[in-house]
């Protein structure tokens, strides 16, 4: 038997090429009545089934204590306004696939107590008569994890371990609220179960892009020589989401976002990112693998905390006139008014190992913030300028090796080529390749190869109970720090739409690192400057583009200084003051200036100081002037607003720039 990669995750092939099916078995689904099962676990199994995957002998009995018949319980699932034909993520729904799966869903009530337990083993024994499940059971927890222990107790007692077939958990998160409750969770489990039998949940493990984290550096012979302190100068972890906690404020207030995104699924990526090669693919060599490298990350004393980690909380979006428009964290429902559970938090991490030693790790994530973008940035370091002397080269940048996780799926690598000419100029550019060019795949929920590899006993997506302490180890002194250190004033810090709290960059810049935004095309058309441009010319600026963010009253460019870069505003308010000091105009997002000075070659005609907390584009002066030489629709674009607003009329001469270092 061989192992390939179909549109959704790894399955197994038989050895003629065929599909194997997934083993028989009765999921038996605790705690169906959730969002989950409706939202995400049945559209799984539809793709299972419409793959083809899903055996035969496989049947699903969900239960909770809500009151439901076989035949509501279906009806729900399936139901057009609010289950399956809603959720499915397929192109087109199959009917006839549906019908398949629901017919094969069953239910019963059960309540958390021991006798309904033993009422559940019988269902459970019923069913396996009736589909042939070999005495096969998944049991998948979808419910709180402080019922777990519970849950695990009662299935022992019932004597769910005895009898013929395999018994397999599916534990969802949160595994645990800290190390100790983690320790506690695992000591519960495991008092009733073999560790083999766990099967701990992050959902990140279902991704594509995250599980070809390992394809990608283990079967591509030229970047693992490449993969170490030798090569790599840091490594930038990016979580960003665009929506807030959804109405989730009651559970969020008590977990934040280093329990919630870290301490799981970022670590998770930061394990499969730098851990070293496994000696198979077995499940164990990569599990083994993965808790050594997240052993190996320094585990900070308390007063490290501030020094390596920031934390944020986003506040009200107001109108154009003022008023509250979106409400602030703390004003969020089931939100204390005075919380200090952070919405965002940015860390840098040291792995100290023989690999990573001195590579600085920096993870990032928040809520409400500009954009949804999931990236893992490894930036090599920087050849030596002093190879360009002789030339007019006067800057090299990094070259990046870019994982875009998710909502764009694909790998980017960028480094610079001589522009085509007589004389020697550099210019950034890409290597991209997009998983919706390569792959013809549908949308999928990430569950499926979760219960896919679970029925078939591959645990290599799942972690262990000793990953997931050495992960709790990690946040633990973090947690420590900040719940014995309340925010108080200091929170809300970031502004709803922003880039997240200025110190999250000071942070890197204290090592002469800055964060890398990835800009899509869609960010950059925000400004009506590059509305409707050519697409050439936006990847020409995207990647020219250097981001930083000013908090409210800094000056972003100051009167009589040279010019030497213009600015786009990408979230905020900034105003610009004439050389008494008086407000003549505010600029806002999509706004651009600072272009008059490089387009005129004269010193900065006017202030521009940040009004608001503002998060801006940085465009240098020898890419400015390249790309205006390259693109003459936006010199012209910009020569007309220049005229509009400093009356100066630019000449086609000027507009070739001067060159990068006169
Ligand atoms: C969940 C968190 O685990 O992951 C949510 O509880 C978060 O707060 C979500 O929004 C993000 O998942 P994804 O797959 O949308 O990146």
Redesign the pocket.
């Known amino acids: 038997m061989s192992v390939t990669t179909t549109n959704f995750g790894t399955v197994a092939q038989g050895a003629r090429g065929e599909k194997v099916l997934s083993e028989p078995c009765i999921m038996v689904i605790l705690g169906a009545s959730g969002d989950l099962t409706k939202r995400l676990l049945v559209p799984a199994l539809y793709n299972l089934e419409c793959d083809g995957l899903l055996s035969q002998n496989f049947a699903v009995l969900g239960t909770s204590r809500t009151e439901l018949n076989d035949e509501q319980f279906r009806e729900n699932m399936a139901g057009k306004e609010d289950g399956l034909e809603k959720f499915h993520t397929r192109q087109q729904f199959d009917p006839a696939a549906c019908d398949r799966l629901v017919s094969r869903m069953h239910y019963t009530t059960t309540s958390i107590s021991e006798q309904d337990f033993f009422r559940l083993k019988e269902r459970v024994a019923e069913l396996d008569k009736v589909y042939g499940a070999n005495g096969n059971v998944l049991f998948y927890f979808a419910m709180a994890p402080r019922f777990f222990g519970a849950l695990c107790e009662n299935l022992y007692k019932a004597g769910f371990r005895d009898g013929p077939g395999w018994k397999r958990i599916i534990v969802e998160?949160?595994f645990g609220t800290d190390l100790e409750s983690a320790r506690q969770l695992n000591e519960e489990i495991l008092k009733y179960w073999d560790e083999e039998q766990i099967y701990r949940v992050d959902?990140?493990l279902g991704?594509e892009t995250v599980q070809n984290l390992l394809a990608f550096r283990f079967t591509n012979g030229m970047f693992e020589p490449l993969w170490n302190s030798n090569y790599i100068d840091n490594i930038q972890f990016n979580?960003c989401?665009s929506?807030d906690?959804?109405g989730?404020g009651g559970?969020?207030d008590s977990?934040g976002v280093l329990r919630?995104?870290m301490q799981?699924?970022m670590f998770q990526m930061l394990a499969y990112l730098c851990m070293e090669p496994p000696g198979s693919f077995e499940a164990n060599a990569i599990r083994n693998e993965k808790a050594k490298l997240l052993q190996a990350v320094r585990v900070y004393e308390p007063a490290e905390v501030p020094k390596f980690v920031v934390r944020g909380q986003y506040g009200p979006s107001f109108s154009k006139e003022g008023s509250v428009e979106r409400p602030g964290y703390r004003q969020e429902k089931d939100v204390n008014s005075n919380s200090s559970t952070e919405t965002y938090a940015a860390a840098r991490f040291h792995i100290d190992n023989l690999r990573w030693q001195g590579v600085p790790i920096y993870l990032r994530s928040g809520?409400a913030l500009w954009k949804?973008g999931?990236e893992i940035v490894v930036e090599f370091k920087k050849p030596p300028l002093a190879t360009m002397r002789g030339s007019s080269v006067s800057r090299l940048d990094s070259n990046r090796l870019i994982f875009h996780i998710?909502p764009y799926q694909g790998i980017g690598l960028t480094f610079q080529a001589k522009i085509p000419g007589p004389t020697l100029e550099l210019q950034q550019v890409d290597m991209k390749f997009g998983y919706g060019d390569a792959f013809k795949a549908s949308r999928y929920t990430?569950y499926e190869v979760m219960i896919y590899s679970c029925s078939r006993g591959d645990a290599t997506l799942f972690s262990r109970g000793d990953l997931v302490e050495a992960a709790w180890q990690i946040a633990q002194p973090i947690l420590d720090y900040w719940s014995s250190h309340p925010a108080g004033d200091e929170f809300p810090n970031y502004m709803r739409g922003s880039w997240g709290p200025k110190a999250a960059n000071d942070l890197v810049r204290s090592e002469g690192r800055r964060w890398h935004e990835v800009v899509t095309p869609e960010v950059l058309e925000r400004s009506p400057l590059f509305q409707g441009a050519d697409p050439l010319l936006l990847r020409t600026v995207i990647i020219s583009l250097r981001s930083i963010s000013v908090e409210a009253g800094e000056t972003i460019i100051e009167i009589g200084t040279p010019a030497r870069e213009m600015y786009l505003i990408c979230q905020g308010e900034a105003e610009v003051l004439d050389a008494s000091g008086k407000v003549v105009s505010t600029l806002k997002d999509g706004d651009f200036f600072g272009e008059i000075g490089l387009l005129v070659s004269i010193d900065r005609t006017a202030t521009v100081r940040a009004k608001t907390q503002c998060d801006l584009f940085v465009l240098e002066q020898g890419d400015f002037s390249r790309i205006m030489r390259d693109h003459p629709q936006l010199a012209e674009a910009m020569t007309n607003v220049a005229k509009e607003r400093y009356q100066v009329t630019v000449s086609a001469s000027q507009l070739m720039g001067p060159a990068e270092n006169s």
């Open positions: 998160k949160p959902h990140y991704k979580v989401e929506v906690v959804q989730r559970y969020y977990s919630d995104m799981n699924h809520k949804r999931t998710q990430g």
